[in-house]
């Protein structure tokens, strides 16, 4: 039941055109660029994802700690500390890292960063 506070989710028919263009992405290259701000460093303790972002001078100025990958990439937004490019490859290691801890495997043990 559906309490009067809360809104249905809208439903809009999408219209999806024969001539879209279509990119297809399998074969494309992005050569990795140093973002000007830093970088980040993942790893997995104590049963949580630990994201330091880590600035060119390599001082980490500040680390998120938790199990949910979108909470943390939601504060790294919010936060705006990288480029969107550097943003889609630590919103992937987290994931990844996520899996880690979701599969409760060895892996979580020996998650690297790749």
């Known amino acids: 039941m559906q309490n009067k506070n809360t809104k249905k ?3 809009h028919k999408i ?3 024969k001539d879209r263009e279509i990119i297809k992405t399998d074969k494309l290259k992005f050569p990795w660029k140093q973002d000007p701000k830093g970088y980040f460093l993942v790893k997995i303790e104590k049963n949580q994802i ?3 972002f880590v600035n060119n001078k390599h001082k980490m100025k500040v680390e998120f700690r938790g199990k949910n990958p979108d909470k943390i990439i939601k504060e790294i937004a919010k936060r705006k500390l990288v480029n969107l490019e550097q943003m889609g490859y630590i919103a992937s290691e987290l994931m990844i890292a996520k899996d880690c801890l979701k599969n ?3 892996a979580s043990k020996k998650y690297i960063q790749r």
């Open 9 to 11: 989710c809208p439903f």
């Open 50 to 52: 630990c994201c330091g």
């Open 15 to 17: 219209e999806i055109p």
């Open 104 to 106: 409760n495997s060895l």
